[in-house]
């Protein structure tokens, strides 16, 4: 794979697992949703009825299963927020709700880490999110089980421990946006693509996390993911 034209050597492929095999998904993009279940719009303080909405985080910002996250620097509040995780095999733009579903090569439970208070900060000056949520290490992504061997779940259990201790506790069936209305909308927005990966948005339950932390997520009938939180980068 050398291209002598590339004056530097290309970055690595950012991964994730496949669930019971020695296969790895390429991860292109990694799109997030915001606000999809109510209970979290409310703990947030935020309006009901706005619609859910779109940002991204970097590919390399994944961290796999048993990985560990180093606690990020400039924030005091770092928080955990459980996600179902969907991966594309095959995209395109303006996909309609019910073909949504064929592009989906699998599912995963991953944890959108967000530094609250930069993000709050830079919400409250209308500046971007990046600062707060496309920080290094801020995807940890279990391996994905794909839909050949589930099909497409629309319900079943979200939940997330933090040493031991519930702390989110819902149901796929909570979001306001369901899987492909999230697909098709999204593909209003940009060309998805194979390798493309959407965090669904979290339940109810997000707070603050600090190093030592053991993180432990599971989504039912799809998958678990441990992280455990580390010290911060010197
Ligand atoms: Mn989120």
Known sequence: MSD?????????QATIAVAETDKVFPVRRIWCVGRNYIEHIREMGQDERAPPFFFAKP???????GGTV???SLTKDMHHEVELVVALKSGGRKIP?????DCIFGYAV??????RDLQIASRDVKRPWEVGKAFDASAPCGPLMPATKIGHPTKGKIILKVNGQVRQDGDLNQMIWNIRETISKLSEMVALEAGDIIMTGT????AATVAGDKIECEVEGIGKLSVTIGPSLK
């Open 4 to 12: 002598s034209r590339y004056v530097i050597p290309p970055p690595p």
């Open 59 to 65: 590919a390399d910002a994944i961290v796999p299963d």
């Open 70 to 72: 180093p606690y990020p």
């Open 97 to 101: 709700v019910d073909k949504a579903n």
């Open 110 to 115: 991953g944890i959108d880490l967000t530094r």
């Open 203 to 206: 339940p109810s339950g997000v």
